[in-house]
């Protein structure tokens, strides 16, 4: 089983860059898929981006398409987020989570293990 923490959120104003990191840890990090989600206060849990266990497939939002990148460096046990151009909207706790396998589900119900979660907040 991989464990996640994530890390880098903060206070940003709008049109500004953040870059979140997951840090994985225990078993084979390179054989787990994972995504990015976030939860807005009195929102339901929404789907970011994923990301395939070898980089090569990868799935957005419409919300942060061409805004937002994951990416993973699997020598290091981690995935990052590049988030630009931010907007208010984009305000919400960001969580990395992890599933064994190949494919990047944008389902959180397919993702076994979760971090505690980063605050991004974006001011206007």
């Known amino acids: 089983q991989v464990h996640v923490v994530e890390s880098g959120g903060g206070l940003v104003q709008a049109g500004g860059s953040l870059r979140l990191s997951c840090l994985g840890s225990g078993r084979t990090f390179g054989n787990y898929a994972l995504a990015w989600f976030r939860q807005a206060p009195r929102k339901e849990r929404e789907f970011v981006a994923s990301?395939?266990?070898?980089?090569?497939?990868?799935f957005y939002a419409n919300s942060v398409k061409g805004r937002f990148t994951i990416s993973r460096d699997n020598a290091k046990n981690t995935v990052y987020l590049q988030m630009n151009s931010l907007k208010p909207e984009d305000t919400a706790i960001y969580y990395c989570?992890?599933?064994?396998?190949?494919?990047?589900?944008?389902?959180?119900?397919?993702?076994?293990?979760w971090g505690q979660g980063t605050q991004v907040t974006v001011s206007s």
């Open positions: 989570a992890v599933r064994p396998g190949n494919y990047p589900y944008n389902r959180a119900s397919e993702y076994d293990d």
């Open positions: 990301i395939s266990w070898e980089g090569s497939i990868i």
